[in-house]
């Protein structure tokens, strides 16, 4: 999975990270009560954003285009 966490210096507070595992687009959503990973995939995935479950493993892309051109280097 391509989501991290960056804390800020107030407790509770900071940024989930996502990263397009493809081209490494990236995407902050900030928290300010802990990090809530649900309510941060609602919010990519409405930048077009989506994650798929491969071989057991979550891969997060910025946009379709991202994906198929990530399919080909596994073929």
């Known amino acids: ?5 960056e804390w800020g ?3 509770g507070e900071g ?9 490494s687009n990236e ?3 900030p928290f300010d009560c802990g990090p809530d990973f649900r309510e941060a995939q609602r919010e990519i995935e409405s930048y077009g954003w989506f994650s798929r479950k491969i071989d057991g493993e979550w891969y997060d ?3 379709e285009e991202c ?3 990530w399919k080909k280097t596994k073929e």
């Open 15 to 23: 940024e989930i990270v996502c990263v397009c595992d493809y081209c």
């Open 67 to 69: 994906y198929q051109a």
């Open 9 to 11: 210096i107030i407790h």
């Open 1 to 5: 999975m391509s989501k991290s966490v």
């Open 61 to 63: 892309f910025c946009c």
């Open 27 to 29: 995407e902050t959503i």
